[in-house]
Nanobody
Framework: QVQLVESGGGLVQPGGSLRLSCAAS????????MTWVRQAPGKGPEWVST????????TYADFVKGRFTISRDNAKNTLYLQMNSLKPEDTALYYC??????RGQGTQVTVSS
């Protein structure tokens, strides 16, 4: 069955970096747009970034442009999100999704001093 498992979250100081991974199984990510979404406590889901099947096209929410980079390794069936210059307002549960469909359980990112 389709499964998405995120990892790489944790506690980081403001200005720090984290790299999230999303390992997919049950399907080949190479044929799908893949997306990162986040949800902060008490707030609704917030789209972060999307990458095209080949990886040649990427889009970002304005609040992460220039700081986050989405990428994929289709051979490893894995999606990534490199997060730099993290801010306290980036604190959220981050999860990956296959297009607008199946999603993982998420990995918690906490940015605090």
């Amino acid at each position: 069955q389709v499964q998405l498992v995120e990892s790489g979250g944790g506690l980081v100081q403001p200005g720090g970096s984290l790299r999230l991974s999303c390992a997919a199984s049950g399907f080949a990510i190479s044929t799908y747009y893949m997306t990162w979404v986040r949800q902060a406590p008490g707030k609704g889901p917030e789209w972060v970034s999307t990458i095209s099947p080949s990886g040649g096209g990427t889009t970002y929410a304005d609040f992460v442009k220039g700081r986050f980079t989405i990428s994929r390794d289709n051979a490893k069936n894995t999606l990534y999100l490199q997060m730099n210059s993290l801010k306290p307002e980036d604190t959220a549960l981050y999860y990956c999704a296959r297009g607008g469909g199946p999603r993982g359980q998420g990995t918690q990112v906490t940015v605090s001093s």
